[in-house]
Nanobody
Framework: QVQLVESGGRLVQAGGSLRLSCAASGRTFSSSAMGWFRQAPGKEREFVAAISRTGSTTYYADSVKGRFTISRDNAKNTVYLQMNSLKPEDTAVYYC?????????????????WGQGTQVAVSS
């Protein structure tokens, strides 16, 4: 079992930066690949970024590539999402997710555990 708690979301101006954190509890964090997803009002939850168990492999949605960076600290049981050059279209609730496997994945159904989400709002 893995419990996930996101933090760091807030209102920011376009062009600004935010760092989201996801604190995990449970002994399987270091063996789990992790991902970030987001859901805007009226839209489906979509993939943002993923990172492998060791952090050696990362994968990004085209919409955030070059602007967002996912990382993890297994000693702290935490995964991060650094978001730069934010745009109004990045406004969404951001969710952290864990999967019981070492490799990155981009489909919602490949993830087994989800956090409650943190709201990010980007003003123009």
């Amino acid at each position: 079992q893995v419990q996930l708690v996101e933090s760091g979301g807030r209102l920011v101006q376009a062009g600004g930066s935010l760092r989201l954190s996801c604190a995990a509890s449970g002994r399987t964090f270091s063996s789990s690949a992790m991902g970030w997803f987001r859901q805007a009002p009226g839209k489906e939850r979509e993939f943002v970024a993923a990172i492998s168990r060791t952090g050696s492999t990362t994968y990004y949605a085209d919409s955030v590539k070059g602007r967002f960076t996912i990382s993890r600290d297994n000693a702290k049981n935490t995964v991060y999402l650094q978001m730069n050059s934010l745009k109004p279209e990045d406004t969404a609730v951001y969710y952290c997710a864990a999967r019981t496997g070492p490799r990155v994945a981009s489909l919602r159904e490949e993830y087994d555990y989800w956090g409650q989400g943190t709201q990010v709002a980007v003003s123009s």
